[in-house]
């Protein structure tokens, strides 16, 4: 990322329109069409949303997810999904997105997507999404930005005032505070039978559980706060509003008519048109308030919120007086107030701090302290001090905070009983600790606290989640509350429940607590998994922590394989889906691993020219791996820029072969085969791909490349043989390499000549001359050199098939290195 205001080096483009036009998706298209990128969302649930979307693409080895308490960050990502205030600004990308810019309106978050449109850009393209309204300020702030109208994709009508039993399936009621939505959500389950709850303060853990519940129809009807109006992709039909009015921190406000038409856009997804009204204890919208929210039309942003990011830190006071200067451009209005702010001023004035805040390193730690969020949002005064606790312990010392003080902070959290109220506090409370843990500096034995905040965090979202299963969901709690038990034996079980059989199937799965595990638990530790946690063999079965979970089935080609869980019936539709989607991305990531890491999907983007466009393909339908006549001629068409960057991917160019280096690797080459045999629907020949060697006759007439290797004479040798040979036999000394392989491969003397003849290296003949010149001599005291060209015995193994590593005794430290290419 680019941070300087002036930057011009980067095409800015802002795509600006309502909701449901597509803006989100063509930015992620964008994005992978880039080597790196990074897109900032406005809530941590969207971004959780984006990442699967992504990874669900990429694989999860390539994407790394950053919001202020859940970071998934793999050791070399290409792609950050964040939210906006956690977009790492240090790190430049070639791509930069951010959502749903006009929150740089927003009185309290406003200026942090202030300073992401003045300064956050991509080394070569920025987007900027949002609402229409945002036209005259981009124009007026980055006047060599492409500005782009977004059109709708469905149309969405008023439908008027509806009882609650009158909504129709597929519908989502919108309240603005906790109470009234788990009022609504009791009454609805009453009329229905079920619903699903979605408020901005569930852990993404319960939110995904919530809304997979709903996506997978089993419950029809979704209760929730204005959290679902900032891109949750969400299958509705219709919008009801339970009030227009909410409470946003400072004073009971009626909502704005833009503020109502992001909300009531979340119906209608993609083509299919959507409505939207009241609850029929409200009055009907006014005429003018409907024709706008259905046309789209809205008053333009005039002023952003501003915030000074130029601090000094010579002192509290300084420090809050550059956080209080004036902006010097009319279309910015300082910031009134900001938790952090307040916090500041607050703790300026206690005696102890200002005793310790005397320098700079110190007065920005204060800084940084008074930035950990207060997710309870409940007295000012009981968040203040935990500000002046942590900020004291971090400034004497050490310089981190005592353990025993943790734990004495973090241990109550850790309990799952209560109701919703209850837990809804826990939750709040401990994703204050799992922000702070995750400030690595501050902790002794950081990873240590992030696991354990995670597990509490983890513990108390699925503890939520069967809560508001059990109140608003009766029928379905009997069904997601079920414990995972063992068996004895199939006969034994006396059930043939589908539950029975998955308890059968997956063992005994015990919790953290050493309790038996609910679905949605065992769901959810599937989903977190990394790629390590999953086993697949050589024909596609993938198992869990040592339990088969799926497998891979045929797709289209050998890069789109399907997957089928091994037990489908067992599972309620919404963990089906989630698990399904963690197991794209995990097929996704098998793929990667087959084409040595190479990014095909972004060199295949619009940006890139034909000749790369058209060398990627062909590569990602190689696996990585491709002939030189088929590579050729698009090889010859790129400019040295290109090329040079494809090396720097790990292209290389071989005698035969044009490949990605690690497509060759060990691991990479039997990914290959595994996808090879699925795709053909049989077993990889035998020998495949740990025998460098093989008779072509065990091939059984399949195609040897797809497999990764290359019939030369009367043998298939492994592609990264034939490479190395190749590369041996350009060498100008390449002679003794060459012998040491040959050795190695254990060739009869004919199979070798013809190899290296058609490799293009010395083919026998000027040993068979010097045969010739010896049959004319007398015969010596000592045994005749009867060794051929590459020293061998010119008739070793005449009479034997062609040899392959791990065949035979003698082997040498050469031959393991082969098996170990």
Known sequence: ???????????????????????????????????????????????????????????????????????????????????????????????????????????????????????ARGRRETWFLGADTMRPMVQALIPHASLKRATRLSQLRYSGPRSLKSLPPRSAVVAFSADRV?????????????????????????????????????????????????????????????????????????????????????????????????????????????????????????????????????????????????????????????????????????PAIREVATDRATVELLWQVCQIPDFRKGLFGQHLALLRETFLQLSEGDGMLEPTWLARQVSPLDDVSGDIHTLMDRLAAI??????????????????????????????????????????????????????????????SGSDSPFARLGLLLGEVSGADGSAMTEEQFVQRV???????????????????????????????????????????????????????????????????????FPAEALTGAGRSPATRGLAYRLAEGLGVISQGEAREQWRLLDDEARAHLRTLGVREGQRFLYVAEALAPHALERRCMLTALLHQSPSPKGVPREPVLDVAELDGRNARAFGYEVIGPVALRIDVVERLGEALRQPHGARQVHTLMQELRLESGARTRVLRELGGPSGGAATKKRRRRRGRKPQATAPDNRGAQGQPANAGASQKPRRSGAGEGEGEGRGQIEGT
């Open 527 to 597: 989903v977190d998994a990394t790629h390590d946690a999953f086993e697949v063999d050589a024909l596609g079965n993938i198992s869990f922590e040592g339990q088969p979970l799926a497998r891979l089935v045929r797709g289209t080609d050998r890069r789109s394989p399907q997957m089928a869980l091994a037990e489908p019936e067992v599972w309620t539709g919404g963990a089906r889906r989630r698990l399904e989607r963690r197991l794209v991305a995990l097929a996704r990531d098998l793929v990667t691993e087959a084409m040595g890491g």
């Open 431 to 492: 994703r204050i600790w799992t922000y702070i843990s995750h400030r690595s500096i501050w902790l002794h034995d950081a990873e240590q606290w992030q696991e354990r905040t995670r597990r509490i965090e983890d513990a108390l979202g699925d503890a939520l989640h069967e809560r508001l299963v059990e109140r608003f969901v009766q029928r379905a709690a009997r069904r997601s509350a079920r414990r995972f038990v063992r068996a004895a034996t199939p006969a034994s």
């Open 182 to 350: 788990y009022e609504l959500a009791e009454s609805l389950r009453r009329l229905r039978g079920g619903v699903a709850v979605v408020l901005g303060a569930l852990s993404p853990r319960t939110r995904n559980a919530q809304v997979a519940m709903y996506q997978a129809g089993e419950v029809q009807y979704l209760v929730a706060t204005d959290a679902i109006g900032m891109g949750l992709n969400l299958d509705l039909n219709h919008v009801a509003f339970a009030a227009l009015s909410k409470y946003d921190g400072a004073e009971q406000r009626d909502l704005f008519p833009d503020e109502l038409a992001q909300i009531a856009g979340r119906a209608g997804r993609h083509l299919n048109d959507g409505s939207f009204g009241t609850l029929n204890t409200l009055p009907e919208l006014p005429p003018r308030l409907v024709s706008a929210i259905e046309s789209h039309r809205f008053p333009a942003v005039r002023s952003l919120i501003w915030r000074n990011a130029t601090l000094d830190f010579s002192s509290p006071e300084s420090l809050l007086d550059s956080l209080s200067r004036a902006p010097n451009h009319n279309a910015f209005v300082r910031v009134q107030r900001a938790d952090d702010f307040d916090a500041l001023r607050e703790l300026s004035h206690v």
């Open 1 to 119: 990322m680019n941070s300087s205001p002036s930057s011009r080096s980067s095409v800015v483009v802002a795509e600006l329109g309502p909701t449901n036009t597509g803006k989100t998706h063509r930015a992620i298209d964008r994005m992978l069409e880039h080597d790196t990128g990074m897109i900032g969302l406005p809530l941590r649930l969207l971004a959780r949303e984006v990442y699967d979307r992504v990874t669900a693409r990429v694989g999860e080895g390539r994407v790394a997810l950053m919001t202020g308490e859940e970071k998934r960050l793999p050791p070399r990502p290409d792609y950050w999904i964040c939210t906006v205030e956690a977009m790492p600004t240090d790190r430049p990308v070639d791509f930069l997105a951010v959502d749903e810019i006009q929150l740089a309106a927003h009185r309290e978050r406003g200026h942090v997507f202030t300073d992401r449109l003045l300064h």
